[in-house]
């Protein structure tokens, strides 16, 4: 069974940057795609971005395109998502999730995984 682990969480001012990492364990990591997802107070959980498991496909949430890069190392069992020009909008718990599939698609709906990170909070307040 996979496990996830996300890290790189914290309190950041408006415009500033964050990079979330999240470590999988098992030798299956470079099979699928991978997802991030976040949810805030009083929110559903939404979709932010996902990757092919090659990394040759991306896939962004329109809230996100322009700001947040979603990228994997398969080599380091590791996904990372680079969020620059931070808003308070931004403010939720970052879930990473594994894909049932190889293509992008398959890590884009939060309903249909299984695999789950604890998720790591980001806060962004002045």
């Known amino acids: 069974q996979v496990q996830l682990v996300e890290s790189g969480g914290g309190l950041v001012q408006p415009g500033g940057s964050l990079r979330l990492s999240c470590a999988a364990s098992?030798?299956?990591?470079?099979?699928?795609?991978m997802g991030w997802f976040r949810q805030a107070p009083g929110k559903e959980r939404e979709f932010v971005a996902a990757i092919s498991w090659s990394g040759a496909t991306l896939y962004y949430a329109d809230s996100v395109k322009g700001r947040f890069t979603i990228s994997r190392d398969n080599a380091k069992n590791t996904v990372y998502l680079q969020m620059n020009s931070l808003t308070p909008e931004d403010t939720a718990v970052y879930y990473c999730?594994?894909?049932?599939?190889?293509?992008?698609?398959?890590?884009?709906?939060?309903?249909?995984?299984?695999?789950w990170g604890q998720g790591t909070l980001v806060t962004v307040s002045s």
């Open positions: 999730a594994q894909g049932s599939g190889r293509a992008y698609y398959t890590a884009s709906n939060y309903r249909d995984l299984e695999v």
């Open positions: 098992g030798r299956t990591f470079s099979s699928y795609a």
